[in-house]
């Protein structure tokens, strides 16, 4: 049987425990919380879109089992990733982030696997989650990779499995959230007026300027019309960048932003638009 072990049980963990679920997989959710755990245990996990609620049984720890085979899914933010580093298992391993911070630290070790993911989700409690939005969960599978046939096979009724190299499909939404996130968090605003307000669209378009001077490759596969796009879509949405601000968490600049800061400073290409966004957004968890 396909088995596969999702390490994080928020919002994203919680929607991939029941896709795979519901396509039959041995499936296996490693939480933090005993408490989590444990209302898991006697509810289940209940999942919701629209009108459709379904209920089912999760398989589900605090710490990660010994003699797991198959994928493992990394699904918690960034920051919580990072101490994981250095005990990753051997097997198959999928990280599903947004950002590419983490991209750059594990480019280089084996079975690592990087998925951009278009779905919504919003957990609701610990034992339910709200499907927000369908999209793509579109996977990288770098041209010169050695084959990892059966594995990335199996999960192609779930997932689009695309030759591209994953820095690429990384930066695509990367540039989408660095051009939408923190503008919409620092002006309080959902996501269509970037493209409602001509300013705040001057001031969108100055970011994506700036991107494109130190991605210029970029350019061709992540147009400013393809921004514009999204920020239509998503008109009534609040950026999940906002909602992190709303709710007085710390936001996923570190992986979203920060990295394109660095690749301009190694490559000598300032970005004072973007440094600017990322000072006024850390500088509101420093209170
Ligand atoms: N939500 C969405 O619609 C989308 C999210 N993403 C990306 O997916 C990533 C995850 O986001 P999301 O699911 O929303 O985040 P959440 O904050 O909802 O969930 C993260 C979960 O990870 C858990 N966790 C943290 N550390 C560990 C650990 N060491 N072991 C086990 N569990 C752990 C947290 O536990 P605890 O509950 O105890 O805090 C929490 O439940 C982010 O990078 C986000 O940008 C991408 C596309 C869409
Ligand atoms: C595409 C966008 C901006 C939709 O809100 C998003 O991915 C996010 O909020 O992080």
Same mark, same amino acid.
């Given at each position: 049987?396909?088995?596969?072990?999702?390490?994080?049980?928020?919002?994203?963990?919680?929607?991939?425990?029941?896709?795979?679920?519901?396509?039959?997989?041995?499936?296996?959710?490693?939480?933090?919380?005993?408490?989590?755990?444990?209302?898991?245990?006697?509810?289940?996990?209940?999942?919701?879109?629209?009108?459709?609620?379904?209920?089912?049984?999760?398989?589900?720890?605090?710490?990660?089992?010994?003699?797991?085979?198959?994928?493992?899914?990394?699904?918690?933010?960034?920051?919580?990733?990072?101490?994981?580093?250095?005990?990753?298992?051997?097997?198959?391993?999928?990280?599903?982030?947004?950002?590419?911070?983490?991209?750059?630290?594990?480019?280089?070790?084996?079975?690592?696997? *990087?998925?951009? %993911?278009?779905? =919504?989700? !919003?957990?609701?409690? &610990?034992?339910? @989650?709200?499907?927000?939005? /369908?999209?793509?969960?579109?996977?990288?599978?770098?041209?010169?990779?050695?084959?990892?046939?059966?594995?990335?096979?199996?999960?192609?009724?779930?997932?689009?499995?695309?030759?591209?190299?994953?820095?690429?499909?990384?930066?695509?939404?990367?540039?989408?959230?660095?051009?939408?996130?923190?503008?919409?968090?620092?002006?309080?605003?959902?996501?269509?007026?970037?493209?409602?307000?001509?300013?705040?669209?001057?001031?969108?378009?100055?970011?994506?300027?700036?991107?494109?001077?130190?991605?210029?490759?970029?350019?061709?596969?992540?147009?400013?019309?393809?921004?514009?796009?999204?920020?239509?879509?998503?008109?009534?949405?609040?950026?999940?960048? *906002?909602?992190? %601000?709303?709710? =007085?968490? !710390?936001?996923?600049? &570190?992986?979203? @932003?920060?990295?394109?800061? /660095?690749?301009?400073?190694?490559?000598?290409?300032?970005?004072?638009?973007?440094?600017?966004?990322?000072?006024?957004?850390?500088?509101?968890?420093?209170?």
């Amino acid at each position: 049987m396909r088995q596969v072990t999702i390490i994080g049980g928020g919002s994203l963990g919680l929607l991939f425990t029941h896709f795979f679920t519901e396509r039959g997989w041995d499936v296996h959710l490693v939480v933090r919380r005993e408490e989590q755990r444990e209302s898991l245990i006697k509810e289940g996990l209940t999942y919701h879109r629209g009108g459709e609620v379904q209920t089912n049984a999760v398989s589900v720890t605090t710490a990660l089992p010994k003699n797991r085979e198959g994928l493992f899914l990394y699904a918690m933010k960034y920051d919580d990733l990072v101490p994981l580093f250095n005990n990753l298992p051997q097997g198959p391993k999928l990280f599903i982030q947004n950002g590419i911070a983490h991209y750059d630290a594990l480019q280089n070790e084996p079975n690592c696997f *990087f998925a951009t %993911v278009e779905h =919504g989700a !919003k957990r609701l409690g &610990d034992v339910q @989650v709200l499907h927000t939005g /369908e999209g793509r969960i579109r996977l990288a599978r770098a041209k010169d990779e050695p084959k990892q046939g059966d594995i990335l096979q199996s999960l192609e009724e779930l997932f689009i499995i695309e030759t591209i190299e994953p820095e690429q499909l990384l930066l695509g939404k990367v540039i989408i959230n660095s051009c939408i996130n923190p503008l919409t968090a620092l002006l309080r605003v959902p996501n269509g007026h970037l493209v409602e307000s001509i300013s705040a669209e001057r001031a969108m378009r100055e970011v994506y300027d700036e991107l494109m001077n130190v991605l210029p490759s970029m350019k061709k596969h992540v147009p400013f019309e393809r921004v514009r796009a999204v920020c239509q879509q998503t008109a009534t949405n609040d950026s999940s960048m *906002f909602v992190d %601000v709303q709710q =007085g968490r !710390k936001t996923e600049l &570190d992986t979203i @932003v920060r990295p394109i800061i /660095e690749r301009g400073r190694l490559n000598q290409i300032p970005t004072p638009r973007l440094h600017m966004l990322y000072q006024l957004l850390t500088s509101l968890h420093e209170r």
